[in-house]
Structures are given as C-alpha cells and as structure tokens.
C-alpha cells in the first residue's frame, strides 16, 4: 500500500461518509464501550479502512476511532502518550490493520520528494498484509524490539556455546586419559611379549594383554569420535552466535 502523505481522497468512499451513517459521527469520538464497539464494526465492513488507520497514523490523530482502531490502540501503534509524546511502553506496536504481531514488522528507510530539509524518511511496513505507514515514533519501538529480542539472541547462543566449549574441553580431557591407558597398556603388552616363557600362564597373560590393548585402542576411537561431535557442535554455535552478532551489530548501525 503508498503512503498517503496527508491525501484525503479516500474519504468520499468510507463508510461513515454515507448518509445513512451520517448520525454516527460523534460516536466515533464517543469513550463508551457501546460506542466503540458500533463504530468499528462499522469500520470493519469499509473499503478504505486501511487508508483511514494510515492516514490516522501518517497524521498523529490520536483522539477518536479511525479504521476500526480506538485512541488507546493509535497510540499504541504509534507509541506515543496522550499528550502525543513518545514513549517506550512496555508493549510494542501491532500491525494496525491485521493486528499482526510486531515480529511481523520491518523498518525501511525511503526516500522524500521535493527537496526540504529531510531527504529520507522510515516507515513501517507488515510482513503479513503489505500495509505502510510512515512514523518516526513507530519505526523507533520496532526497532526497539527487533534489538531486544536480537540481544535475547545473543546472550541464548552465547551460553549455548559456552555450554559446548566446557563439553568439547571435557571430551579432549576424556581422550587425553584414553591415550594414556592406550599407551600404558601397549608398554604391557610390549613386555609381556618380550617375554619368551611358552609356559600356560604366559600364554594367558599375552592373551589378556593384547585384549587389553585392543579395549583401549577402541576406547580412545570412540572417544575421539566424541570430541570432533563435540567440536563440530561447538564450530555451529560459533557460526550462530557470530551472525546473530552481525545481526545486532548491523541494526544498530543502519537504524
């Protein structure tokens, strides 16, 4: 949907404007749960009910019901205060038209026409249903969100890969101590070899010297199996970490 810039042409095809609904038009600026209630479903059943929420927001009209959307919910969507000041409220904007979640909100940046004093401007713009509206004060408690939950990112794959570092030291001690047995149970197999004695109980111990060996070789395996698991889970919460790093780092530079 275009950013309407102030434009008024849609009125003349709202609903309200039509001489049956005409007796409503104080109702709309009514407080009265009744009230409200008439004139939004009145508003839901309209064709430019999107028009009308925008160009309530694009205007900072924060008294009155527009696009089937009360005062509270404006003010909301704009995050600002009765007084029209901007606030950090500790609920974020919703999408003013499908009242999708602010997850489903993106700021971009535009650029002005006409010259003046401002080149570029940042709008609002749901994922779900396309609809755009330029504000400065709702473009600001999006970008909030999308940085608080970017930080809650961060801290749950930054203790994600401190979790797997321990686990990848621990599985390098764990071979370290298998490669220790392996080799001492090599050095007894090598003297028990050099042991030329063809007696019975010889015989026995080179047997259980070379199962010995082959339990530790296959002990250190399976350990080393576990470590480059350990290391390559390790390597992926990295990876993680670093682009949602990235993703922080560039939000705070762009926005």
Known sequence: MAILNGQLDWQKDAACAKPENLHLKDS???TTAEDRNITKNLCFSCDVRKDCVVWAL????????????DENEIRRTLSVSSEGKEVRRDRYPQCPYCAA???QLLVKVIDLDGGGR???AKVVECQTCNTTWRSRSSANAVN???NGRASIEVKK???SYDALTSKFFAAVAVVDDSLVMRNAAIEYQRLVDGDRTRTPDAEEERTIAREVVKEARKVVRTNRTHMARMDKKKQAASDRLDKVEKVLHSRGRTQ
């Not at 694009?58 to 959307?69: A, D, F, L, Q």
């Open 58 to 69: 694009e205007s900072e009209t924060i008294w009155g019901t527009w696009g089937g959307r």
């Open 101 to 103: 979640r602010t997850s």
């Open 28 to 30: 709309f600026f009514s």
């Open 144 to 146: 909030a969100y999308h």
């Open 118 to 120: 401002w080149t570029t």
């Open 157 to 159: 794959a930054k203790k």
